[in-house]
């Protein structure tokens, strides 16, 4: 599949205190999701923005979306959408171990989204 994939980064260092590798399994799997619930040709950005108190790290898509009512399980172990159940590959473990890593961190992870136009999942981390 063809892809546009958009990196933000900013002009300057934000210090957050992290265990590097978990950080970086946590955003690996937002942006593999974001691959694998997004056609062809369409847009996967991944950024990272700078607030007084944190750095917010956003993987957006224009994917499929999430419905509602499953926005509102998504970060439970095992719990797998609609969209997701049909693909016997995953455990539906992801998104709890993301949300996990962030609470580890003194964090949090959001999930917006809207059916048939994609989301948007932010790991806040408090600056250092």
Excluded: M, W
């Excluded at 593999?32 to 950024?47: E, M, P, Q, R, Y």
Aim: proline residues 5%; hydrophobic residues 40%; aromatic residues 8%.
């Amino acid at each position: 599949k063809d892809y546009n994939f958009v990196l933000e980064i900013l002009d300057h260092p934000i210090s957050v205190d992290v265990d590097i590798s978990y950080i970086r399994d946590a955003i690996a799997h937002l942006v593999d999701n974001a691959f694998d619930h997004t056609d062809a040709g369409g847009t996967i950005k991944l950024s990272c923005v700078e607030k007084p108190d944190s750095a917010i790290i956003s993987v957006i898509d224009t994917g499929v979306g999430i419905s509602p009512e499953n926005v509102s399980r998504i970060f439970e172990p095992f719990y797998k959408s609609d969209i997701a159940r049909s693909d016997n590959l995953h455990a539906g473990l992801g998104l709890a171990v993301v949300r996990t890593i962030a609470q580890a961190h003194g964090g949090r992870c959001t999930v917006q989204s809207t059916p048939g136009q994609g989301s948007t999942f932010e790991i806040y981390l408090p600056r250092a």
